[in-house]
């Protein structure tokens, strides 16, 4: 959101011609609560596919392979990827929706940015899926039919969920204890 403030001399009035070169002019852009929702999504859009694709595409020697001879349900599947990339993108995705939910004042506005990562992140493994090897059924059936595709996406539920609620209790617990200390000292 852009905001432009001009200010108007003092000694000018209402009805003489305005001369714009006696304004001031001052650009402030507000980004407020859904600059950082989307700050946070781009995080997590770039970030957590980057880092899969980034650990997940070198085979046994460390060398660099096509996407061709990946593994296809890594895509679908991201769960299966943590512990090669020593947890990083589950990690990413669980301090992206800490934030999320830490800044926010009413800790539930973050709780539902946080949630609504789980289908962007599905469908930007479709996406994916989809560009990199043509469109077919393959990914719906590897996400809705099997098993893996419902433990996915209760893992990436359960780490949007407890990112969110562990950033709001902290924020409450800062909350009391600034208040308790500002208690103390009036």
């Not at 600059?35 to 997940?56: C, D, E, K, Q, R």
């Not at 077919?136 to 059936?141: H, I, Q, V, W």
């Not at 098993?147 to 209790?169: A, V």
Request: charged content about 20%; overall charge positive; some cysteine.
């Amino acid at each position: 959101m852009r905001c432009l403030i001009i200010k108007r001399n003092k000694d000018e009035k209402d009805n003489e011609s305005i001369n714009t070169q006696d304004f001031k002019t001052h650009f402030k852009i507000d980004w407020g609560r859904q600059g950082s929702v989307f700050v946070g999504y781009i995080v997590i859009i770039l970030g957590y596919y980057g880092i899969i694709a980034n650990t997940m595409l070198f085979n046994q020697y460390g060398d660099w392979i096509s996407f061709t001879e990946m593994d296809k349900t890594i895509l679908i599947w991201t769960y299966t990827t943590y512990t090669n990339s020593f947890f990083l993108s589950a990690i990413l995705l669980f301090l992206v929706c800490f934030f999320l939910t830490y800044k926010e004042d009413i800790p539930h506005y973050g709780i539902r940015a946080s949630i609504w990562l789980v289908p962007i992140l599905v469908v930007e493994g479709f996406i994916f899926y989809f560009s990199m090897f043509g469109f077919n059924l393959e990914p719906f059936r590897l996400q809705f039919i099997h098993s893996e595709g419902y433990f996915n996406i209760l893992i990436l539920l359960g780490l949007t969920l407890s990112g969110s609620l562990t950033g709001m209790k902290l924020k409450q617990w800062a909350v009391r204890k600034k208040e308790k200390y500002y208690t103390k000292t009036v």
